[in-house]
């Protein structure tokens, strides 16, 4: 079976700062370093979009809405995903979910919500 559990969320103002974290187990993450893992979220009514992934050796690549502001990074000894995510817009409020990347699992986890309210 395979379990993700994101963490990190909260309410910020604009401008802040939050740290989420994405932690992966289960026999489809035995060797977690293969996978291409993304950070995703999802705003009320709409459907779950990809902000952001990286490569089992560590290269990075964003969209546009958060390229410059968001750092995605993992530790593979520890099959955990992060986000570092800077300069909060108030447009960035949402439920956050990690999964593989670009083709996401079927199975998601309980996701993480960010509040970015002032």
């Known amino acids: 079976q395979v379990q993700l559990v994101e963490s990190g969320g909260g309410l910020v103002q604009p401008g802040g700062s939050l740290r989420l974290s994405c932690a992966a187990s289960g026999s489809l993450f035995s060797i977690f370093s293969i996978h291409r893992m993304g950070w995703y979220r999802q705003f009320p009514g709409k459907q779950r979009e990809l902000v952001a992934s990286?490569?089992?050796?560590?290269?990075?690549d964003y969209t546009d809405p958060v390229k410059g502001r968001f750092t995605i990074s993992r530790d593979n000894s520890k099959n955990t995903v992060y986000l570092q995510m800077n300069n909060l817009k108030l447009e960035d409020a949402a439920v956050y979910y990690c999964?593989?990347?670009?083709?996401?699992?079927?199975?998601w986890g309980k996701g993480t919500l960010v509040t970015v309210a002032s």
């Open positions: 999964n593989k990347a670009p083709v996401p699992m079927n199975y």
């Open positions: 990286i490569t089992g050796g560590g290269s990075p």
